[in-house]
């Protein structure tokens, strides 16, 4: 009897381990600024056995700097060629290509124009040596189309819908569009396709609107992306690069969706801003208030990222596991794990207060003051522990010399006591 209860135990949890399946994708950003950095980032994304990689940007620095960081457009096709080459010939990728599917759109260094937009002139020649570098078709329609933005499913089921946009080729900060008319239409028709889950990519960040110094999506382009999320309610999630470091980040304020919305940025695969900049991570603090994300949901050095979609038997995701890794020795540096119920709709309500009610700039006031307080603590701390210290070496060097004058004085007392004997 208990063989017999023991065996269907055994019978059951080996339904219940196969009834979960492993979906891996790997994404990153920001690839060899130095053409002559040797890595093997590649070598280390390749132990985890993703079946996609996506591109999410500045796969190649096809432009250049010749004054202090001042960008310049490289003119010269060939050498725009050549710049894609280097990283396609790089050994490792080179391994990599053969087992995974390659994805990607371009940001703005392999677009050939820092910060570039819809008036870049080098953009549709950019973009054709782009989908070259990929290996897209010749005859593909991404080739006539106004951008490279595109989509697939991940898994043969059409559950998962990766939704890839393209935030250059149409952009115009004086209108505040990021997509442009055509890829608005695409994207609404994405949300109606079949699927249980989106994800969404972009070469620049999405959700947050109050950071200084790196780019994020425009304010009318994120009312008008949360207005197709609030029609839809479609379980999402954005992925992200551009800013040379890694983070996660949630929508402060789900009610105002009617669902929880997170961000993953992964970038700075070889080149991350504390890999040139001196106490960056302690610097940024300053700059980027906690609307989105904490401090402890930041990683500042070299990385890429991993998402695991976790499917049950009727292949429906029902967890999705993301981490960022170290692109030294591939460590964990940051994680969050989403049960898919988390990304369902809920309840909305517009009335309810929000922090993003308040200005962006009174929230960035509010972050100055929060850590100019927190560093005044901190010294106000080392202050009182300098003092302390100094305290007990007073204390100790009086109690020390009080001790020499007590020993002295009973040295001179026996010497005058010999005397007299």
Known sequence: MLKNLLIVFLYSLSIAVKAENLLTIAFGSCFKFYRSHDTDVFQRIQQFNPKYFLWLGDAAYIDYTHILGMWKPEQNETRVKEKFDITNSDKYYVQFKKSVTIKGVYDDHDSNQNNGDKFNPFKESAKQLYLDFIGVDKNSPLRKQDGIYQSFYADQYDKILIVMTDIRYNSDKHTGDCLGENQWKWLEEQFKKKSELIIMTSGIQVIPDDRDGSETWFRWSKKKLYALIKKYNKPIIFLSGDVHYSEIMKYPCPHRLGQNLYEFTSSGM??????????????????????????????????????????????????????????????????????????????????????????????????????????????????????VFIIFLIYNFISYISKFLELYKQIQMNKLKMKQE
């Open 270 to 387: 070889t080149f991350a801003n504390s890999d040139h900049i001196p106490f960056f991570d302690f610097i940024s603090q300053f700059f980027r208030p906690t609307t989105f994300s904490n401090n402890q949901d930041h990683y500042y050095k070299s990385n890429f990222g991993i998402l695991k979609i976790i499917t049950n038997n009727r292949n429906s995701p029902i967890r999705i596991e993301y981490e960022t890794h170290s692109s030294q020795d591939s460590s964990v540096v940051l994680q969050k794990t989403i049960q898919i119920e988390e990304l369902l709709q809920q309840f909305y309500d517009d009335s309810q207060s929000c922090i993003l009610d308040v200005s962006r700039e009174e929230r960035q006031w509010q972050n100055y003051l929060l850590r100019i307080n927190e560093k005044i603590f901190i010294v106000n701390c080392l202050l009182l522990a300098v003092l």
